[in-house]
């Protein structure tokens, strides 16, 4: 019988492994045939996450700020001297991670699609090629994880519908990501253009209630003049705003499957790069007392909540507040932006902590009596 069952190897389902695989017999099943594919990420991480992950992935390119569109066509630069973030390969970041973790001694087995799972004085995993025995299981099956949803009612708060394409093309920027907000853009949203070297990948994410995203992309390098120069076309939905259990009896969740998403960006890896060291270190711990019980494991949701949970309900408060504004709204929102004593916080912002803009901002008040209008606006 193995100690645990990993179901997914991407990211979170590698670090876990990773981990955890020099104390305890460890199984990952991915169901693609290598991590990393199909890619559904954008490969903008900032220089704590690739820290974190472990690995030296491929960069693509250094950014230093971005360009914001608003719907009016007037647009904010932010920039900063250090480095904001860097581009990365995103199938060769997983697959390095991957490779780290057999090196630890995880075992993956690619091509066997996790099925179910039954509890009781052991886990017993159903796959695609079978069945195994597991003392414990860890879902990071990603935004429609199945693991999750074995824990009751426990689908997040709302799923944005993402799409990217790479595109043949030269940037503007080479060392600027550019946005566009509006409804006629991602509503709901923002678009993004991340130059990667020798292409540009081109995407953005809609509430759900805005239907398929693919037309607005569509019609987005239409007005770029790169409908006919698609290298490859990628798609997905984010889950944001948490969901309501993490753990279970000799269960617990970790990266999209957990929840554990910034609702600002849409990005997943921070929070969870930051949060599995504690996950490990419940788990291994729960399989040396040999008390996996929901009770004991209880401990890993309260640790990760009083880690990251804080600065992830901020960012859906900001969010929340973003759907809000309609394009008056984000055109009046541009000109706020682009006041000196906002500029210069902008300049400053920490890309894995947005809500630390606001706190900020409360130390400048002609900034924020700037910033009240809206503040009502996004509230009524």
Not at 140 to 151: E, F, I, K, Y
Not at 356 to 369: D, F, H, K
Request: charged share 25%; proline share 6%; glycine share 12%.
């Amino acid at each position: 019988m193995h100690d645990v069952v990993v179901v997914g190897g991407g990211p979170a389902g590698s670090l876990v492994a990773r981990n955890l695989a020099p104390r305890h017999d460890v199984v990952v099943l991915e169901e693609h045939g290598s991590s990393g594919t199909p890619v559904q990420c954008a490969g903008l991480l900032s220089p704590d996450v690739i820290r974190m992950s472990g690995v030296d992935p491929d960069i693509l390119n250094t950014l230093h700020g971005a360009e914001v569109f608003f719907p009016d066509g007037t647009s904010v630069i932010v920039r900063s001297k250090a480095p904001k973030a860097v581009v990365v390969d995103r199938a060769d970041l997983d697959g390095r991670m991957a490779d780290a973790a057999v090196s630890a001694g995880a075992e993956y087995r690619y091509g066997e699609r996790y099925t179910g799972h039954t509890v009781g004085d052991r886990v017993t995993v159903s796959s695609s090629s079978g069945s195994l025995d597991a003392r414990a299981i860890v879902g990071a099956d990603g935004h429609s994880s199945r693991v999750a949803m074995t824990l009751g009612d426990n689908g997040p708060r709302e799923y944005l519908r993402g799409i990217q394409a790479d595109v043949r093309m030269e940037s503007v920027h080479d060392d600027l990501f550019t946005i566009h907000l509006g409804s006629e853009y991602a509503p709901g949203f923002f678009t993004w253009e991340i130059p990667c070297g020798d292409f540009v990948r081109v995407g953005l994410c809609t509430s759900w209630s805005a239907g398929p995203p693919y037309p607005y992309l569509s019609a987005h390098l239409r007005r770029m003049g790169a409908e006919d120069r698609i290298l490859r076309m990628y798609s997905g939905k984010i889950p944001v705003g948490g969901r309501p259990r993490t753990y279970g009896e000799r269960c617990l969740l970790t990266g999209d499957a957990a929840g554990l998403v910034k609702p600002v960006s849409g990005g997943g890896l921070h929070p969870t790069f930051e949060t599995v060291p504690h996950l490990c270190r419940v788990l291994s711990s729960a399989l040396d007392a040999d008390d996996l019980s929901e009770s004991n494991l209880s401990a890993y949701e309260r640790g990760w909540r009083s880690q990251v949970g804080r600065e992830l309900s901020w960012g859906y408060t900001l969010r929340r507040m973003f759907t809000r504004l309609d394009d008056a709204d984000l055109v009046r929102a541009g000109g706020f932006a682009s006041r000196d004593d906002v500029r210069s916080l902008l300049d400053d912002i920490d890309l894995d902590h947005p809500s630390r803009v606001v706190g900020a901002m409360l130390r400048r008040p002609r900034a924020l009596l700037a910033a009240v209008p809206l503040f009502i606006r996004c509230i009524l």
